[in-house]
């Protein structure tokens, strides 16, 4: 019985051996020193001249299955420049909108109005000619009432 045992576990080893040695290896992670430009040029046109080589390697840098780790951190100098997070330029202010209170608004109001007028606000029951409308389309002013 002890004789039948020991042959099962070597033939287990063998198998266990034979199916380890099929598996892919994983890569460890390559350690890579800069300490600059003339380094990162050092690597890639190795990198470059590495994957020429052996198509296995450029696959596997393709795939992500090879890595490259930085071997320290190394701060940059003073100098260098490092780009930042810019926040986008302030909005011009918005112009202030104009108010009549009339009770009927005219072209001759609307070309009253300064010229960077956007906005004009009249009175809920207020009337616009329709010069006066389309002088303010063609302005480009919007018109907006508000209770009186």
Known sequence: MSSLRDE???I???EIAALRNELPH???PERVQMNGSADLDRFARDLVMRASND????SAVTSGAQRFELSGIIPAPA???APRIVTSPPSPARS???ELSKKLVTERDIE???RGAKVLRVPKHCRLTPLANDEARRRGIRIERFAS
């Open 96 to 98: 202030k909108a104009a």
């Open 79 to 81: 100098n260098t420049y």
């Open 26 to 28: 994983a890569r460890t």
């Open 12 to 14: 287990l080893r063998e």
């Open 8 to 10: 099962i576990r070597s």
């Open 112 to 114: 009253a109005l300064e």
């Open 55 to 58: 198509p296995g390697f450029a």
